[in-house]
């Protein structure tokens, strides 16, 4: 099949190129329109019971969360002084003026509720409502009223405060990000690839992946939410996927051509080998990456549309316009010499060596590689997870501070209180004060709101002392939960939301597990025709992965190396999310490099060399590309780090450490050291099993 792409390719060369270079670019149009259609939220598990209770407040009783969250500062006086009062009101009634604002509510305008003021009588809440664009009028309120207002000072924060303050900041640090990772990342791929050509052919594979890619991400927002953040990943995976095909198609032309053989024979030979490695690894970076979609939040749903279909459209650009511009120029891929060892490596160089050296001890040289896993590792026992909150942002952020305010001010969190919702319970006094005097004596209950009637519907607000999306309010939503409740009951709000979102991570995972190692097993089976390799692969990305979030550990949560990444707030724990992304992101990278080097060792095995020979040779000739890939694209994530976002920081750091971690002391000394502990034994297969396998 492979053998046949080749030569259709190389015979209509320019035809294929004009095509798909029109493909893309039409792609790339109608993709566009994705922009406007794309989510900023998706952590709710919709599904749950919080979301029912959401709809239930929303649809009888017209319950909406506040878009800003004020903290009016009064100053020296007390917030009942009559001068005071005056601002306050004025203030309110600006603020009830700004379009797209449908109601206001503060401890003035509701006659002075006890609830609504500072612990130290010197500042008060004001709630701002809105029907829709969350984001958009929190950042108008933001920039019109928080500072000095007359006598007062407001500090701003709530929902779409923070949503617009998180989305605006990650923007800006991706673009700065973005204007340091791709000149830098230009200037080492001349120097990996050795000329100025060839150095560009990641970016044929890159940005038709991307493209395309926007396509299919438009296509999903015609029947579902995709997070705006799902084109990070698509151009973060992009780059990086064009880098890691374009080095090893790139690297295997040029060895066929020196080799003595004709354009088209050398274009043929590439797709035969190389591209059948390409798709290989593709399809362990799709199965690894479409397990995101089975999650319930939309959040990583949407990194799974993203993932599936950049990783489609890299393969296809490395299948078909890269080997049609190889054939185009033929020779003149190595025009504009950088370093001419990058265009013709050593066929027995370190990387033979370095597998020679670590096959003559190869029992020492495990048990300091598992150590040093070991070390790494250590710290996950610390892990914690959590969610997005203000406190993701630089303390310096106004809607940080705006956060802090209402932790160290008040008695509790007005602005996301717990809801209880029990529907018909009008009628059932009793039993209900019962019920709420046990809430009451749960740990972390501040007070409750006294009880809003609707009809036969009953709506109670239990304010706590914790903030709402913490591993703290978690263990109080579930102790509310585990009191037996009048009938038909829903515990709703921010924490309960936050709770339901991890239940639903929780309960995914193992399903999301199984099927990533499942598929990546059997398709390394096919790929390599053994029953060995697959499970080794499996359990050293394992460790890789289990080393990867010690380090985060570490670096996150207990707050080590902020001369390296930064200064962030130390929360004691992880944001869900990002940590799963990340992990999967990692593991299908990890894929990518695995099949890299197994390719040029089963190359070899096939070819007659013995098993420590086949592992020196492709180590040789594939340990260069892993390392160069690695490097690169550690280079585009690590760029990351300079944002001020702390969940961004931890993706950026999670993936490079991981890259740089595997293409080194995972496949340059664990897998040549099992190789040869192994023997000829990692070639092993059943018989029956032997007529599904591409070395059948």
Not at 121 to 129: E, P, Q, S, T, W
Not at 195 to 224: D, E, K, N
Not at 394 to 418: C, L, N, Q, V, Y
Not at 538 to 562: P, Q, Y
């Amino acid at each position: 099949m492979f053998e046949r792409l080749g030569h259709f390719v190389v015979r209509g060369s320019k035809k294929v190129l004009i095509v798909y270079t029109l493909t893309i670019l039409v792609a790339g149009g109608i993709g566009s329109l994705a922009f406007g259609k794309l989510d900023s939220g998706g952590y709710s598990d919709l599904s749950s019971e919080s979301a029912q209770a959401s709809t239930y407040l929303t649809e009888k009783f017209g319950v909406v969360e506040p878009v800003a969250v004020l903290v009016v500062d009064t100053g020296d006086k007390p917030v009942d002084d009559p001068e005071i009062s005056q601002a306050a009101i004025t203030l309110e009634k600006k603020l009830a003026q700004v379009p797209g604002v449908s109601k206001t509510l503060s401890f003035w305008s509701t006659g002075g509720a006890p609830s609504m003021k500072a612990t130290d009588d010197k500042a008060a809440f004001l709630f701002v409502y809105a029907d829709s664009e969350f984001g958009k009028i929190g950042a108008q309120i933001q920039e019109e009223f928080d500072g000095k207002n007359g006598a007062l000072t407001v500090y701003a924060s709530g929902a779409g405060v923070i949503i617009h303050a998180i989305n605006s900041k990650i923007e800006k640090d991706l673009l700065l990000a973005e204007s340091i990772a791709i000149p830098l990342t230009f200037l080492l791929l001349a120097f990996v690839f050795g000329a100025l050509v060839a150095s560009a052919m990641p970016l044929v594979i890159g940005v038709s992946a991307i493209l395309g890619a926007f396509l299919i991400i438009y296509i999903f927002t015609l029947f579902t939410n995709v997070s705006i953040f799902a084109l990070n990943l698509i151009t973060g995976l992009g780059l990086g996927l064009g880098i890691d095909y374009a080095l090893l198609m790139v690297n295997r032309f040029r060895e066929e051509l020196h080799a003595g053989k004709s354009v088209e024979d050398s274009v043929v030979a590439t797709v035969n080998s190389a591209g059948k490695t390409v798709f290989y690894s593709g399809l362990t970076v799709f199965v690894t990456l479409s397990a995101l979609i089975f999650f319930p939040l939309d959040f990583l749903k949407s990194f799974g549309y993203a993932g599936v279909s950049v990783i489609s459209l890299a393969v296809l650009g490395a299948l078909i316009p890269l080997p049609a511009i190889m054939a185009l120029l033929g020779h003149k891929i190595d025009k504009g010499i950088v370093r001419k060892a990058g265009i013709t490596p050593k066929e027995d160089g370190r990387w033979a060596h370095t597998a020679r050296n670590v096959m003559r001890r190869p029992v020492p040289v495990v048990i300091a590689s598992l150590l040093v896993l070991g070390v790494l590792s250590a710290p996950i026992v610390n892990i914690a997870f959590a969610q997005v909150d203000s406190r993701v942002l630089p303390k310096s952020d106004p809607a940080a501070i705006g956060a802090a305010k209402i932790i160290e001010r008040f008695d509790g969190f007005e602005g996301s209180p717990i809801e209880v919702v029990i529907p018909n319970g009008a009628g059932s006094e009793e039993q209900v004060s019962a019920y709420l005097a046990q809430v009451l004596k749960v740990d972390g209950i501040a007070r409750i709101a006294p009880t809003e009637t609707y009809g036969n519907d009953l709506r109670i607000q239990v304010i706590t002392s914790k903030a709402s999306r913490t591993l703290a309010a978690e263990k109080i939503i579930e102790d509310i939960r585990d009191i037996p409740r009048p009938e038909g009951t829903l515990i709703g709000g921010a924490a309960a939301d936050f709770t339901d979102s991890q239940n639903g991570i929780a309960r995914t995972l193992p399903l999301a597990l199984g099927w990533i190692a499942l598929w990546v097993m059997i398709l390394i089976f096919i790929f390599t025709g053994s029953i060995i390799l697959p499970i080794k692969a499996v359990l050293l990305n394992g460790l890789s992965l289990v080393a990867t979030l010690g380090a985060i550990t570490w670096v996150f949560i207990d707050g080590h190396m902020k001369w390296l990444v930064g200064d962030f707030t130390v929360t004691g724990a992880l944001d869900t999310g990002t940590v799963i992304l990340v992990a999967v992101v990692v593991f299908g990278l990890s894929m990518d490099y695995e099949l890299f080097l197994l390719s040029r060792i089963r190359e070899e095995h096939m070819a007659g060399k013995s098993n420590i020979e086949s592992v020196a040779v492709g180590l040789q000739r594939s340990a260069r590309i892993i390392t160069a890939a690695a490097l690169l694209l550690a280079v585009v994530f690590a760029a990351f780090m300079i944002s001020g976002v702390t969940s961004i920081k931890m993706m950026g750091f999670g993936v490079s450490f991981a890259v740089l971690l595997d293409a080194t002391l995972i496949r340059a000394l664990l897998v040549p050291a099992l190789m040869r502990l192994f023997g000829e034994n990692n070639w092993w297969a059943p018989k029956p099993l032997r007529r599904f396998t591409i070395t059948h």
